[in-house]
């Protein structure tokens, strides 16, 4: 069974330029999960997706946004980037919803902001 | 308020040296408490959990931890480090989101 995919694995982008990142979760996975990994502020928590429906949102600007499609690919949004959105984000994937359920993490889409 | 706290923030071992990485938590209910393993420019592998139940889990790759809630911890133990196992840990409570600690790096010498 294929793993969590995200793409792109690396972008480069400019301060004030917007940029979308996908992930694939496992087949069968109804559940994915956004974080952000920084030297500074370690793994953070930017929100859930179930069933298209964002279920839980963690403490990020509303720059950041995602979404769900029906096939349960998921994708996030940052909007007027910054320096500090540079960033290793990471995405998981879990058959049902995150707290009871193991998630399994794709390798992550390293982001620069120049 | 939820957390988890890893106070060792880098451990180096000899290679056969047993090791044990230590986890702290807060959190008000009976939590669901993960280990995850990342390697350089790798997302986190799942090493094992704690849901319910008995409280020494084993995992992958020879780990294992003890749930002690007297003590509200989830430490780590290995009886004998490889050097491949270098790499950073984080402890993580499951609640409606995955909390991390703020992991811990682990140096092997051989």
């Known amino acids: 069974k294929a793993g969590v995919t995200q793409t792109p694995r690396y972008l480069i982008k400019t301060r004030g330029q917007q940029v979308t990142l996908s992930c694939s979760p496992i087949?069968?996975?109804?559940?994915v999960s956004w974080y952000q990994q920084t030297p500074g502020q370690g793994l953070q928590f930017l929100f859930e997706?179930?069933?298209?429906?964002?279920?839980n949102k963690g403490n990020f600007p509303g720059r950041f946004s995602g979404r769900q499609f029906s096939n349960s690919r998921s994708e996030m949004n940052v909007s007027t980037l910054e320096l500090g959105d540079s960033a290793l984000y990471l995405c998981?994937?879990?058959?049902?919803?995150?707290?009871?359920?193991?998630?399994?993490f794709g390798p992550g889409t390293r982001l620069t902001v120049l | 308020a939820q957390s988890v706290t890893q106070p060792d923030i880098h451990i180096t071992v000899s290679e056969g040296a047993s090791l044990e990485l230590r986890c702290n938590y807060s959190?008000?209910?009976?939590?669901?408490l993960f280990w995850y393993v990342q390697s350089p420019g790798q997302g986190l592998q799942l090493l094992l959990k704690y849901f319910s139940g008995d409280t020494l889990v084993q995992g992958i790759k020879g780990f294992e931890a003890e749930f002690k809630r007297s003590q509200s911890s989830f430490n780590l133990r290995k009886p004998s480090v490889h050097w491949s196992d270098a790499a950073e840990y984080f402890c993580?409570?499951?609640?409606?989101?995955?909390?991390f600690g703020t992991g811990t790096r682990l140096q092997v010498f051989p």
């Open positions: 087949s069968g996975h109804r559940s």
């Open positions: 997706y179930f069933s298209e429906t964002q279920r």
């Open positions: 998981a994937s879990s058959l049902g919803l995150v707290s009871y359920n193991e998630q399994f």
């Open positions: 959190y008000g209910a009976t939590p669901y």
């Open positions: 993580a409570v499951g609640t409606d989101k995955l909390i």
